[in-house]
């Protein structure tokens, strides 16, 4: 079967869902949560990194790095939420 034959229902040519499913499987819990980790660890290493700085610049966009890191934590756990409805991503 071609990629193209195996679309799940709901999901329009483009492989683009036009909203998200209503449930969370174990699998997406389980994916998400990762990737709840790796943000987080991802925020921390930017944030100590950003603090040993001595070259401004630099320290700068590092700390701009924890920031997004930190919104894509925040944002990822939403997901995690029982009941909440995820909003439009930024």
Same mark, same amino acid.
């Given at each position: 079967m071609s990629p193209q034959q195996?679309?799940?229902?709901?999901?329009?040519p483009e492989n683009v869902m036009p909203q998200p499913p209503q449930t969370v499987?174990?699998?997406? $819990?389980?994916?998400?949560s990762d990737m709840l980790s790796w943000n987080l660890t991802a925020a921390k290493k930017?944030?100590?990194f950003a603090k040993q700085c001595m070259d401004m610049e630099i320290k700068k966009e590092?700390?701009?790095?924890?920031q997004m890191h930190e919104? $894509?934590?925040e944002q990822l756990l939403t997901h995690l939420q029982p009941?909440?409805?995820p909003g439009p991503s930024n």
């Open positions: 195996q679309q799940q229902p709901g999901m329009t499987t174990v699998k997406d $819990h389980l994916y998400l930017a944030a100590f590092l700390e701009k790095t924890a919104r $894509h934590y009941g909440s409805q």
